[in-house]
């Protein structure tokens, strides 16, 4: 049982860091923000079973963070482009 906790924990390791990049690519951040979620429920999981585990402390750390960024970069994306067309629409008198 040990050994699935500590893939689970690495697992939720692995897709936090994962989320941390995807802040990087705008319009692509609501898959950094599905991936933290996926991180966040099994780091937690682990951490209920086995607190001290710190794989998966710093796996639900990185995954809060990257969901918070992933969030804030998608929605400064989608406020931009939403600037964008509703410019475009004065533009060119839809």
């Known amino acids: 049982m040990e050994n699935q906790n500590n893939n ?3 697992a939720s ?13 705008n319009m692509y951040a609501f898959v950094g923000i599905i991936l933290a979620i996926i991180g ?3 780091g937690i999981q682990v951490q209920k079973e086995s607190p001290e585990n ?4 710093a796996g639900v750390i990185l995954c809060i963070i990257g969901l918070a960024l992933c969030a804030l970069s998608f929605i400064a994306c ?7 067309v509703s410019n475009l629409r004065y533009f060119y008198r839809f």
């Open 40 to 42: 966040l429920v099994l």
């Open 54 to 57: 710190g794989t998966a402390k």
């Open 13 to 25: 390791l692995v897709l936090g860091i994962i989320s941390l990049v995807f802040i990087f690519f």
């Open 78 to 84: 989608a406020l931009c482009v939403g600037g964008i």
């Open 8 to 10: 689970k924990a690495t």
